[in-house]
């Protein structure tokens, strides 16, 4: 059984949240009401990082623009976004990490509740293969505003690595590892042999502490 190497994506391998960023960008953009979509977005990035956010509401939120507009304009828009806004968010530690765990024989797999428009792309970038993501519905070439499956946050993470697995029969869970920022990955940091906090926020710090689990940061190269 091949080990998995499973990572958050924002605020772990980016200093950042692509979510969020996504959400500024549009508004920078002028293609979605300024001034409410940025109140709307920080107050669910504000509840996100307090553990009580509305997933569904939050896919609701984000997922709007992207049946508003053709999937021409919104491929555009997400090759700039990629370049001016995610590029220079790459935590500094975030590649070699992923090439140590490449030449282990690990598998590397992104899993994150941020939608797999925005993440597929950063996915790529970092040269990672296997991306789990939210999903946003897709059909006749446009995006239908709804939430497809089961949203990849919190317990669903663990959800969607259940059903990913199914069909990767040479891949488990035993002796994988899980790197994470977010309290609110702990249903999934609980299930791996090597669960690593990595820049964590102050409850995820305690909980690492408490546990025993390494804690670590990508923000500099030299962490690594």
């Known amino acids: 059984m091949v080990p998995l190497a499973l990572f958050d994506l924002d605020n772990t391998l980016l200093s950042g949240d692509s979510d969020f960023e996504w959400g500024r960008f549009l508004a920078d953009l002028g293609v979605v009401d300024g001034a409410r979509h940025r109140a709307r977005n920080e107050a669910f990035y504000d509840d996100y990082r307090a553990g009580r956010l509305d997933i569904l509401a939050f896919c609701r939120f984000a997922f709007e623009p992207l049946a508003r507009h053709p999937l021409s304009e ?21 590649p070699d990490l992923l090439q140590k765990h490449r030449e282990a024989g690990h598998v590397p797999v ?5 939608n797999r428009f925005v993440t597929e792309p950063i996915a790529e970038r970092l040269g990672v293969p296997h991306l789990l993501a939210t999903e946003p519905e897709f059909a006749g070439q446009r995006y239908t505003g709804e939430l497809a499956g089961v949203p990849c946050f919190q317990h669903g993470k663990v959800i969607r690595l ?63």
């Open 74 to 94: 919104l491929l555009a828009w997400r090759q700039q976004f990629v370049l001016e806004r995610i590029e220079p968010l790459i935590a500094p530690g975030a």
């Open 110 to 114: 992104i899993i994150t509740a941020t």
């Open 162 to 224: 259940q059903q990913w697995l199914e069909g990767q029969p040479d891949l488990g869970l035993a002796d994988s590892w899980f790197y994470s920022d977010s309290h609110n990955d702990l249903p999934l940091l609980e299930q791996v042999a090597h669960p690593v906090a990595v820049d964590p926020d102050e409850t995820l710090a305690e909980v690492a502490r408490q546990r025993g689990w390494p804690s670590i940061s990508l923000r500099d190269s030299a962490a690594v």
